[in-house]
Each structure stands twice: as structure tokens, then as C-alpha cells.
């Protein structure tokens, strides 16, 4: 069964620095299905990327993604107050649609 | 603008079941699969099945197998989960997810809380 590890578990960053975030399969999937989400306190996940790298409606493009195979990246270019959060990839399209465990990006 | 609306707050005794709705509005409920995702408290995302309700098809992840349900009313846009046999491990908030390219549209979340 595909499990999605996600690290690190937690990031220390300031403001205005760069964050990467990874994300490993247990098995190679495809692209096309791999999402991540940004999730805050009290609050839904909402979905930031989508198709591995396509930003989805509304997200700044201080939020990016790449990857395929087994390794995929999130990458947001200069951390904003409202950035700190916990994020989680997942793959979709193919059951189970699996989840990463998470990271949280704190603020130091 | 899409809306997912789901029911609210349970409580529930041991050895249970619960039932969380979830109302589609905004598009055509049959255009999309649903996820259901709960998050027990302080943990992560745990996804447990997703349905097709253009005909109903669903597929549960292994753990949850024998214990939930996923249905689809089309006649109202909604669509349901029923966990059974509910132990206090199964305190959490579910979540419906439209998915879309990724789950595009989250419900507001229902908070289970399973206690004698």
C-alpha cells in the first residue's frame, strides 16, 4: 500500500525566507495525482497545489511544486505571516488516496 | 460558488454508530467523486474512502473496511458517511472533500466525539 512521507516534521523559519518541504512515495506515482494542502488551526485544509505542480485558483506564486516518481517538493519562496501552517501532500486519482503525515512550518 | 454544508456535532457512545451528511451545492453533485478525511485531535489528515455519486461506487481504505459506509442521495446533493462500532479512537473531525484535481472544496467539518 502507497504511503506518502513527508519531511521534515517541523521547519523553524523567519519571515521572508524560503521554505521546502518534501514529500517521498513508498512507490513511483504519477504526477498527474499528487497535491498539497495548507492547513491552519480550527480551519479546513485548502488545496495549494495540484497535479504535482499547478497552483490551484487564488494561490500566490510564492507557492510552488515539482517533483515526480517518488520525490516531490513544495517550495514557498518568501515566507508571509499567514504562510505558517501545517502542510500535507496526498496522492489522489488511485485509491487509497493517501496522505502525508504533515509538516508544520513554525515561525523561529 | 460551490458550498459543501455538513451536519453537526455528535456525540456518541461506545460501540455506536454515527451518520454525517454532507450538501452539495453550487455544481452537480454526479460531476465528482467526494472524499471523506477525519483528523483526530492534534494528529494529521486520515483519508478513509471516497465515493462516486454518479452511481454510487466507493472504495474504503483498509482500515475502515467492515466499519463505514458512504452513500449518495442524488435528489438532494448529499452525500453520507456512517462509521459503526465507534470507539473513543474514532474522536475526531470528518471531512468531506470534493475532488476535483486534488480536493478543491472541503466541507466545514463534523466534530464525532465517541464517550461513554
Known amino acids: 500500500e502507497l504511503v506518502l512521507t513527508q519531511s521534515p516534521g517541523t521547519l523553524s523559519l523567519s519571515p521572508g525566507e524560503r521554505a521546502t518541504l518534501s514529500c517521498r512515495a513508498s512507490q513511483s506515482i504519477s504526477s498527474s495525482y499528487l497535491a498539497w494542502y495548507q492547513q491552519k488551526p480550527g480551519q479546513a485544509p485548502r488545496l495549494l497545489i495540484y497535479?504535482?505542480?499547478i497552483r490551484a485558483t487564488g494561490i500566490p506564486d510564492r507557492f510552488s511544486g515539482s517533483g515526480s516518481g517518488t520525490d516531490f517538493t513544495l517550495s514557498i519562496s518568501r515566507l508571509e505571516p499567514e504562510d505558517f501552517a501545517v502542510y500535507y501532500c496526498q496522492h489522489y486519482g488511485s485509491s487509497p488516496r493517501a496522505f502525508g503525515q504533515g509538516t508544520k512550518v513554525e515561525i523561529k | 460558488q460551490v458550498q459543501l454544508v455538513q451536519s453537526g456535532a455528535e456525540v456518541k457512545k461506545p460501540g455506536g454508530s454515527v451518520k454525517v451528511s454532507c450538501k452539495a451545492s453550487g455544481y452537480t453533485l454526479t460531476r465528482y467523486y467526494m472524499q471523506w478525511v477525519r483528523q483526530a485531535p492534534g494528529q494529521g489528515l486520515e483519508w478513509m474512502g471516497i465515493i462516486n455519486p454518479n452511481g454510487g461506487s466507493t472504495s474504503y481504505a483498509q482500515k475502515f473496511q467492515g466499519r463505514v459506509t458512504m452513500t449518495s442521495d442524488t435528489s438532494t446533493s448529499t452525500v453520507y458517511m456512517e462509521l459503526s462500532s465507534l470507539r473513543s479512537e474514532d474522536t475526531a473531525v470528518y471531512y468531506c472533500?470534493?475532488?476535483?484535481?486534488?480536493?478543491?472544496?472541503w466541507g466545514q467539518g463534523t466534530l464525532v466525539t465517541v464517550s461513554s
Open positions: 497535479g504535482a505542480s
Open positions: 472533500a470534493r475532488e476535483r484535481s486534488g480536493c478543491d472544496w
